[in-house]
């Protein structure tokens, strides 16, 4: 949980170095849309200015250990536009 509390704090501040370090070089999300993301597309739209986040809130996380794995679920309210447009909402996350 404080992982993924602390994803959306850098995330909220744009800290692409804390994103970096938090993120799995061989991460991969698979956004609202279906298009899948990596971890270097991820810093890539943060360090663009066209990138605005104005609020990420993290609720009803769930956390389920099996082993040396865990699996977060989490509800993601962010607001936030990219290129001017709106692209936040409220969003269900699956991070293992």
């Not at 991820?42 to 794995?69: A, C, I, N, W």
């Amino acid at each position: 949980m404080k992982l993924a509390e602390e994803f959306s704090d850098a995330e909220a501040k744009a800290d692409i170095p804390r994103m970096s370090q938090l993120l799995a070089d061989d991460f991969t999300g698979i956004e609202d849309d279906g298009s899948v993301s990596t971890k270097t597309s991820v810093l890539k739209l943060f360090q663009s200015p066209t990138t605005k986040l104005k609020s990420d809130k993290l609720s009803e996380m769930r956390v389920r250990v099996y082993g040396k794995t865990a699996v977060v679920n989490v509800l993601d309210t962010a607001d936030f536009t990219v290129n001017g447009k709106n692209a936040g909402g409220v969003f269900r996350l699956t991070n293992v």
